[in-house]
């Protein structure tokens, strides 16, 4: 069964920084770009960022560029997350997500449980 | 940016009754929309993508339909446990955008 487990959710100040981790298993990894995408609480799905199968690419929403950065270690069959110039709009659930086809745009077909971050002071 | 507008925002339904959940594009996305269900303190899960394909392991009850900017998602005979929150995303153009949303509730 795939499974992907996030880590490294918590409280953070304003301006901080934090790093998400996910951990996939059960699914050749380096075979499959792979995406992060949050939820506000209360509130519907933002998709945040992706990235290629080899790391080689990657793409964000407008309101992370300059400020969070995806990255994945195929020998660790892991995906990142890391965040920084942290605001209290970023405060939500993040998920990790598998893309489903070979595109990089594809849906998502496999998520973790999430990981919440938690942006005050 | 794509902006994905679902209605209605509330579904209210017995179950054995039929769902219809619409989603509008602003713009055109050819058949590159995907619908996902999502229960409470649960992540979403893939229902169907590219418009009409089923994901894996879903039930035939569920069927989508569209192309350009209107779309639908059809549950033929709500289940009990179709009772969640819905919502439409598009792959056409980057950023990847999702719909706010449309929640079916027991009538």
């Known amino acids: 069964e795939v499974q992907l487990v996030e880590s490294g959710g918590g409280l953070v100040q304003p301006g901080g920084s934090l790093r998400l981790s996910c951990a996939a298993s059960a699914f050749t990894f380096s075979g499959y770009c792979m995406a992060w995408v949050r939820q506000a609480p209360g509130k519907g799905l933002e998709w945040v960022a992706n990235?290629?199968?080899?790391?080689?690419?990657?793409y964000y929403v407008e309101s992370v560029k300059g400020r969070f950065t995806i990255s994945r270690d195929n020998a660790k069959n892991s995906l990142y997350l890391q965040m920084s110039s942290l605001r209290a709009e970023d405060t939500a659930v993040y998920y990790c997500?598998?893309?489903?086809?070979?595109?990089?745009?594809?849906?998502?077909?496999?998520w973790g449980q999430g990981t919440l971050v938690t942006v005050s002071s | 940016e794509i902006v994905l507008t679902q209605s209605p925002a509330t579904l209210s339904l017995s179950p054995g009754e039929r769902a219809t959940l619409s989603c509008r594009a602003s713009q055109g996305v050819t058949t590159y929309l995907a619908w996902y269900q999502q229960k409470p303190g649960q992540a979403p899960r893939l229902l169907i993508y590219d418009a009409s394909n089923r994901a894996t392991g879903i039930p035939a009850r569920f069927s989508g339909s569209g192309s350009g900017t209107d779309f639908t998602l059809t549950i033929s005979s709500l289940e009990p446990e179709d009772f969640a929150v819905y919502y439409c995303q598009q792959r056409n153009n980057w950023p990847l955008t999702f719909g706010g949303g449309t929640k079916v509730e027991i009538k």
């Open positions: 990235i290629k199968k080899d790391g080689s690419d990657e």
């Open positions: 997500a598998r893309v489903l086809l070979s595109h990089i745009s594809s849906p998502f077909d496999y």
